[in-house]
Every structure is written in C-alpha cells, then in structure tokens.
C-alpha cells in the first residue's frame, strides 16, 4: 500500500495553492468579509470608525502611546501580532510609533491620496484593517516611522495569556541535502504548507563553517536546506516525495553538474519518527524500480545546523539564476 502511495505521488502533480504563512510561522491567509463580519461585531463605533473607514485618532489620546512594556501589539480585528515593544520609541507625534514591524509579511501598505495628501497607508496583512500611516523620519535602522492608532492595536505584555489568533501556528522541520541548495531551497519554498526555508550546512566536522569552507570539501558538510513546516497541511511523505522529485538521489557526492561530498544526497532526521518514516520510504521506492541503479540518500539523524551567508539565501528569487533542481509540484 505504501509502495503505491509512493509511485502515485511521485507520478502526481503537486502543484500547491495557500494558504499563506509568514516567515514568523503566522498563518496570514486573508480573511473572508464572512469570517470577519463577528470580529467586528464586539467592537465599538470608534474602533470601526478607525479600522475599517481609515479614520484617524486624536493625537495624544491614544491608550498605547505612553505604553511601554515588553509585549507585542497585535491588530484589535483579527489578533495578528503587527508591532514589537522591541521596535517601538517616543516620536513626539502623539501616535505610537515603531521603526519596525513585527515580521514584514504582517503588513501591508498602499499609497493614499485623500485630503489632497500623499502618505503610504498601513494595513493588517490578514484582515486589511487600516492601522495608520508609514513615513520615512524614523530612527535607525529602518529609518521608517510606523505611526499607529492606538485604536487598531491590542497589547499583550510579555507573559500574558495569547489568544490562538494571535500566536504562530505548531511546526515540524526537516532537513533536506539534495544538490546545490539554492535550487532545493527555492522549490521547497513552492509547497503547500510550508512555511519557510533557509539554507545552510549539516553533517560535517568543523564549527561555523564557511560557504568556501564547504566547497573546499575538507569540512565534511552538506548543503542542506532547513524546511519549516505545517503537518497539519503537508505531510513529512509529501516532502520526502517532493524531494526525490527534485534531484538524482541515485548520484553519488554529486548532483548534475556540481561535483563533492558536500553536494551529497541526505535527508537528516529530527526525530524516530522522522527517521522510521524516511527508511520505510526509501526502502519502498528502492523496490518501486523507479531507478535503474540503487539509491544513495544517506538516512541520519541532524547534527546542528549552521545557516549559510545571506547572499545564499533565497538566492534564485533574487538573482532572476534558474537550477538544475527540478520543479516537483508538476508533472
């Protein structure tokens, strides 16, 4: 029964679709005016008035401008965390005003031109509740002003009880050495469920090792992206398939053009679980006769994992540079 679940997955399109997550582990997926319409049914005229009709309060009355604690302030409609007390300073303007949101996927902004003015609106990411006005007379080092209505915003200081709208969702990672893990990384960033990506080096001898300590072949390391993931929306069978999708796990200390143990195949496992999982599923596969010469995905349990420089991070994305990496969400 396994064996056909393999063969079908690794023959089926995988292509994803949402939901949306941010790189802080919040799921961000916009909220339907359905879903939203009880929200707003607890909340008095003024709160409606500002969040939703892009009202503005009276400066030096909000509650939050002289607040000071360690919490987090999340949007008052739907809980997610916008702003960080880590982020927040005294501007004079009698808003409160951040330098920095809590995580850039949390929101959203758009140019406004009402009141024959051109300012830059901010937004919740999840709910398009209106929150302020961007401006760029802030502190270092953004040098951006995040100016808020205390209105738009909840507070919870640090130790408080969270709501589950409010907190990140319950993740898994993996660790994955496929290649050169600038295309591992970008195609694994495509699936359904996951939720963030980085790449970086496992399984080798030396500590905080460096992109050419790697290359050199001398540090024992692997390229290997960093996978974090929603079980509850994609399985661990399903990445393992989109893996084997995706490069030659029959390539021995290479992959297509790249040539070095540290472009070795691995998967490296986070739990028994983990490791039961990936045994069973290669042991499968190696009996599905999908390749004509044995497997050598090395199965071991993670070591630690050194993030590489930035410049390899989202490196396809930003550099426009195509793969060798295959796309496993298609056929």
């Not at 607890?42 to 909000?62: K, S, Y």
């Not at 009996?287 to 090395?298: D, G």
């Not at 199965?299 to 991070?313: L, M």
Request: aromatic share 10%; charged share 25%.
């Amino acid at each position: 029964m396994l064996l056909l679940l393999i063969i079908t997955m690794l023959t089926t399109n995988l292509e994803p679709q949402t939901p949306m997550y941010s790189r802080a582990g919040y799921d961000i997926t916009p909220i339907t005016e359905e879903t939203k319409k009880p929200l707003l049914a607890i909340l008095d005229e003024e709160t409606i008035r500002i969040t939703q009709n892009a009202g503005t309060e009276r400066p030096f009355c909000g509650t939050l401008l002289d607040t000071k604690k360690e919490g987090f302030y999340a949007c008052v409609v739907c809980g997610l965390p916008l702003f960080s007390s880590d982020h927040k300073f005294t501007s004079g303007t009698g808003w409160p005003s951040f330098f920095s949101p809590f995580a850039d996927e949390h929101v959203e902004t758009r140019e406004d031109n009402r009141f024959d003015m051109k300012r830059i609106e901010i937004l919740c990411a999840r709910c398009d509740s209106h929150l302020g006005h961007e401006f760029d007379d802030g502190p270092k080092p953004t040098g951006k002003r995040y100016c808020l209505n205390s209105a738009s915003l909840h507070f919870y200081e640090q130790g408080e009880d969270i709501p589950a709208q409010s907190k990140p969702i319950k993740t898994e990672i993996a660790y994955f050495a496929g290649g050169c893990f600038w295309g591992v990384e970008h195609w694994f960033q495509k699936g359904q469920g996951v939720i963030n990506v980085e790449s970086g080096y496992m399984q080798g001898e030396t500590e905080n090792p460096t992109y050419k300590d790697v290359c050199s072949g001398t540090s024992g390391h692997a390229e290997t992206a960093k996978v974090t993931f929603d079980p509850s929306v994609i399985s661990y069978e399903t990445l393992l398939t989109a893996f084997f999708k995706m490069h030659n796990p029959t390539e021995v200390n290479r992959q297509g053009p790249d040539i070095g143990s540290q472009y070795r195949s691995g998967v490296w496992t986070t739990s028994d679980e983990q490791q039961k999982t990936a045994t069973q599923f290669i042991k499968e596969l190696s009996k599905s006769n999908l390749f004509s010469v044995p497997i050598a995905t090395q199965i071991e349990p993670a070591e630690h994992f050194y993030i590489a420089e930035d410049k390899h991070q989202d490196y396809i994305e930003n550099t426009g540079r195509a793969c060798h990496v295959a796309n496993p969400w298609k056929d």
